[in-house]
């Protein structure tokens, strides 16, 4: 079950989501200044208690990626949350086009799969 889409374009998002989801939706828009943004909560999937705000997915579509490599893109979007990513903000998954690329390919990734358990788990392989 994928997480509820949190904004679509960056015209139209809303107070949707809780004060995380508000916080990287502020962040990235400042920093960004993205055409389109959307904001995936996944935090559901991953077992965490209600309400929980750990596990997201983005989208960004910024004239500010434009000619940057796909890791410099990456790292602009994780300077912007970098204090999320420090604290409550587990996992991040990250797609970061410029507005030609989203022209051409309008569609958002899907969310990846959640591998179940937990850190105090140990994995078996």
Same mark, same amino acid.
């Given at each position: 079950?994928?997480?509820?889409? *949190?904004? !679509? !374009?960056?015209?139209?998002?809303?107070?949707?989501?809780?004060?995380?989801?508000?916080?990287? @939706?502020?962040?990235?828009?400042?920093? /960004?200044?993205?055409?389109? /943004?959307? *904001?995936?909560?996944?935090?559901? @999937?991953?077992?965490?208690?209600?309400?929980?705000?750990?596990?997201?997915?983005?989208?960004?579509?910024?004239?500010?990626?434009?000619?940057?490599?796909?890791? &410099?893109?990456?790292?602009?979007?994780?300077?912007?949350?970098?204090?999320?990513? !420090?604290?409550?903000?587990?996992?991040?998954?990250?797609? !970061?086009?410029?507005?030609?690329?989203?022209?051409?390919?309008?569609?958002?990734?899907?969310?990846?799969?959640?591998?179940?358990?937990?850190?105090?788990? &140990?994995?078996?392989?």
């Amino acid at each position: 079950m994928r997480g509820p889409l *949190l904004a !679509a !374009a960056a015209g139209a998002m809303g107070g949707a989501g809780g004060p995380l989801a508000r916080t990287i @939706r502020a962040k990235l828009t400042a920093a /960004l200044q993205p055409t389109h /943004l959307e *904001l995936r909560d996944d935090s559901p @999937r991953h077992g965490g208690p209600p309400g929980a705000e750990t596990h997201f997915g983005v989208l960004v579509v910024s004239e500010r990626f434009a000619g940057l490599p796909l890791l &410099q893109r990456h790292r602009l979007v994780h300077d912007a949350l970098r204090a999320e990513l !420090a604290g409550p903000l587990h996992a991040l998954q990250v797609t !970061a086009r410029t507005p030609e690329q989203w022209q051409s390919d309008p569609r958002a990734p899907p969310a990846p799969p959640c591998l179940g358990g937990s850190k105090r788990e &140990q994995r078996r392989g």
